[in-house]
């Protein structure tokens, strides 16, 4: 069964403080990794899709990297419009067309 | 593009009540689905189309029916509803590219739904 474990669960920075967000993966082939945002009472919206292990995606302060086991969110110099939960999904490769596993999230709030 | 809309935002049903919830997208999407969000939990997947009069279940799809008869809506039906109902919903949809190994999905604001 594809799991994905997100960790921190909750990460409060400071202004400017970088850091990095994980999602561990667990699936019999990676079709793609996906990054969403969502902010409170919102649907999540997406950031990015990773395939392949050494792929690097970036968007204005975040960037998302992926190997073979999980993927990193990067956010560098945080600013307090960053605060949000962070979504991680896969897609195997076994698997359907439709099914995405989601972990649970990371809620980062960013203080100024 | 409007992208996925959702009506209502909020409802609050009595147990044993049944309601719709509406879905609706613009971008000609052929994927579309239904998930729900509980706190503390990862998005789990109530049903998906993958086109016009098709539907399929998904994990979570007990207490629920859908239907698809256009591309552009695709409706939840709640019957008698039960408190382990209470969540968030989300519709989304997505559209297969040629050649593509996946395809991002869009997501709308969401139903909040009690049960009580």
């Known amino acids: 069964e594809d799991q994905v474990t997100q960790s921190p669960e909750a990460l409060r920075l400071q202004e400017g403080e970088s850091s990095s967000l994980n999602c561990s993966y667990t699936v019999s082939g990676l079709r793609g990794l996906f990054w969403y945002r969502q902010d409170p009472g919102k649907g999540p919206e997406f950031l990015f899709t990773?395939?392949?292990a050494g792929e690097e995606k970036e968007k204005e302060r975040l960037k998302a990297t992926l190997t073979k086991k999980e993927s990193f969110l990067h956010i560098t110099a945080p600013k307090p419009e960053d605060s949000a939960t962070y979504l991680c999904?896969?897609?195997?490769?076994?698997?359907?067309?439709?099914?995405?596993?989601f972990g649970k999230g990371t809620l980062l709030t960013v203080n100024p | 593009n409007a992208g996925v809309t959702q009506t209502p935002k909020f409802r609050i049903l009595k147990i044993g009540q049944s309601m719709t919830l509406q879905c609706t997208q613009d971008?000609?999407?052929?994927?579309m689905y239904w998930y729900r969000q509980d706190p503390g939990m990862g998005l789990k997947l109530i049903y998906y189309s993958v086109g016009a009069g098709i539907t399929d279940k998904g994990e979570v799809p007990n207490g629920y029916n859908v239907s698809r008869s256009t591309t552009e809506d695709f409706p939840l039906r709640l019957e008698l509803a039960a408190p382990s109902q209470t969540s968030v919903y989300f519709c989304?949809?997505?559209?297969?590219?040629?050649?593509?190994?996946?395809?991002?999905?869009?997501f709308g604001p969401g139903t909040r739904l009690t049960v009580t």
């Open positions: 999904a896969v897609h195997n490769s076994g698997g359907s067309n439709y099914k995405l596993t």
């Open positions: 989304a949809s997505s559209q297969p590219r040629q050649g593509a190994r996946t395809y991002e999905q869009y």
């Open positions: 971008m000609n999407h052929n994927y």
């Open positions: 990773l395939y392949s």
